[in-house]
């Protein structure tokens, strides 16, 4: 009988938490800071280098949104996504159609979040600066609605 409360609870709460992320999405693409900020650091898609937008999560898609224009990238097409302090070497070393090559490092955090996606045949690529502030409220939330999970790299170290 005990048992049967505790996983009768343990469901609700579950349930809860999931129904308050679906509901929270529009309120975590948006946020209500000025600084919430992705910057367009490259990709196969023509936007300049360094445009700042919002990313937004629905439940089949995300969309970066900067004043250049917009990416809408549907789940089901993911192939691959990392958080890391740079390119990684693998995807650095596609050939791929960049319209803008991402360059640089993050140093030590982890500051470019990057999707590769095949639309059609051909497969592309985002690639976003974003701070680990900023960009850690998204990581659960993008994993539980794409149903994979994002490479991201530990920079912290432990002891």
Request: with cysteine.
């Amino acid at each position: 009988m005990e048992e049967a409360r505790y996983q009768l609870a343990r469901a609700l709460i579950l349930a809860l938490a999931f129904g308050f992320l679906m509901t929270a999405s529009p309120i975590l693409a948006y946020g209500n800071s000025p600084t919430s900020e992705f910057i367009y650091a490259g990709g196969t898609e023509s936007i300049q280098d360094g445009c700042g937008g919002k990313l937004e999560l629905t439940h089949s898609s995300m969309t970066f949104q900067c004043p250049e224009g917009s990416i809408t990238i549907p789940y089901h097409s993911i192939t691959l996504m990392q958080y890391r302090p740079s390119l990684s070497r693998a995807v650095r070393h596609m050939k791929l159609p960049w319209k803008v090559k991402p360059n640089g490092s993050g140093g030590k955090k982890n500051l470019f979040f990057t999707v590769l996606y095949k639309r059609g045949d051909q497969m592309h690529a985002l690639v976003l600066r974003v701070q680990p502030e900023e960009m850690r409220p998204y990581l659960a939330e993008i994993e539980l609605s794409t149903g994979k999970r994002i490479q991201v790299w530990d920079y912290r170290g432990f002891d």
